[in-house]
């Protein structure tokens, strides 16, 4: 169970560290050229980090820390 759990949570930082420098990039380029798309770009930073918080989630479901949200 431990090895799964650090998969949910391992799994789900690598894919955000790589979808965050993907968004991140673009997001400063966009902002460089027109500051008003600040708020947008906030956005799009924002969201990769609820993978972290959905694998987060996960690990402590399988290892029996929150009950089962299905039943």
């Known amino acids: 169970m ?3 759990a650090g ?8 894919g955000t ?5 993907h968004t991140g990039a673009a ?3 966009a902002v460089a050229e027109d500051r008003s798309n600040f708020a947008n770009s906030l956005i799009f930073i ?3 980090e609820t993978v972290v ?3 987060f989630v996960i690990a402590n479901q399988i290892m029996g820390k929150l009950p089962d949200l299905g039943n």
């Open 27 to 29: 997001a400063v380029g």
């Open 53 to 55: 918080i959905l694998g």
């Open 46 to 48: 924002a969201i990769p």
């Open 17 to 21: 560290g790589i979808a965050q420098s």
């Open 7 to 14: 998969l949910a949570i391992g799994l789900a930082g690598i």
């Open 2 to 4: 431990a090895i799964g």
